[in-house]
């Protein structure tokens, strides 16, 4: 009698673990993956990623296609910072793209600052003109704060970009 009752404890153990497993592995298997399209204006090169939103993995791609994702307008652009309402969560001078995926927010922003990397750069910044770089930056929000912030393009003298998340 005593062995059945450890038979019944042992077997409703497996059946929690073997529950736990599959709603682990249905996590596993439902990763989303969007497609990053980045469009720099000027030269008409477009740059695409994937990228992995649980993870926040990151892998060029030949090209994107697919249907947008629906922007959300939750995020705006001020002073060079990046608000959500009046909080600060990144330093940024234009917003190219915001939208929610998987529980998070993803934004793309470009972000400009005067570069001084080699002694060209420093000699034009004493001359009046110095060299500005564009940085394209993703940004992964969850419940208002950055998670993740990845740069995924450097550009000198280089300001009208468009991009775009594709499902």
Not at 8 to 33: P, Y
Not at 55 to 68: M, Q, W
Not at 90 to 95: G, M, R, S, V
């Amino acid at each position: 009698m005593a062995q059945l009752s450890t038979l019944g404890h042992s077997t409703q153990m497996n059946m929690k673990v073997l529950i736990l497993f599959m709603v682990l592995l249905t996590e596993i298997v439902q990763a989303i993956e969007v497609k990053i399209s980045v469009l720099e204006k000027d030269t008409q090169v477009t740059t695409s990623y994937s990228f992995d939103v649980a993870s926040s993995n990151l892998k060029p791609l030949d090209s994107a296609s697919g249907d947008a994702v629906p922007q959300t307008t939750t995020y705006s652009v001020k002073d060079g910072q990046l608000l959500a309402g009046d909080k600060n969560l990144a330093e940024a001078d234009e917003l190219l793209y915001q939208c929610h995926i998987d529980g998070c927010d993803l934004v793309i922003v470009r972000d400009e600052y005067n570069s001084f990397s080699n002694p060209l750069r420093i000699l034009s910044a004493f001359a009046g003109h110095p060299i500005q770089v564009s940085k394209i930056v993703i940004l992964k929000i969850v419940d208002g704060k950055v998670r993740k912030q990845l740069e995924i393009i450097r550009k000198p003298s280089s300001y009208d970009w468009t991009a775009s998340v594709l499902e």
